[in-house]
């Protein structure tokens, strides 16, 4: 299994990035997918997640509003876009893939041990 992290980069706050992660070796589609990020010495957080069809998304409170979690799974990819960056989003970002069930994942998407695939992460840098 492989989750390939891309599109992080450097941007002004106020400004806006894609991030995407492609994944294989799994059925995507079988997949609850979420997003975790970590700033430089901080611990790992929950951003967003989505459920496998993509019918219900989640977001911790400090992104609600500014980040969407989308998901295709046709092209076995879940995205985030993030508006209206601040400087405390920078962070590595990771995405992660559950094989929960569905009534688990609802109770438990913030937490990493929901997640049984991880992937290498992708920087992004939001500058003041």
């Known amino acids: 299994v492989q989750l390939q992290a891309s599109g992080g980069g450097l941007v002004q706050a106020g400004g806006s990035l894609r991030i995407s992660c492609a994944a294989s070796?799994?059925?995507?589609?079988?997949?609850?997918m979420g997003w975790f990020r970590q700033a430089p010495g901080k611990e790992r957080e929950f951003v967003a997640g989505?459920?496998?069809?993509?019918?219900?998304?989640y977001y911790t409170y400090s992104v609600k509003g500014r980040f969407t979690v989308s998901r295709e799974n046709a092209r076995n990819t879940v995205y985030l876009q993030m508006n209206s960056l601040k400087p405390e989003d920078t962070a590595v970002y990771y995405c992660?893939?559950?094989?929960?069930?569905?009534?688990?994942?609802?109770?438990?998407?913030?937490?990493?041990?929901?997640?049984?695939?991880w992937g290498q992460g992708t920087l992004v840098t939001v500058s003041s």
């Open positions: 070796g799994l059925t995507f589609s079988g997949y609850h």
């Open positions: 989505i459920t496998r069809n993509g019918g219900t998304t």
């Open positions: 992660a893939a559950s094989s929960s069930i569905l009534s688990s994942y609802n109770s438990n998407y913030g937490i990493s041990p929901t997640y049984n695939y």
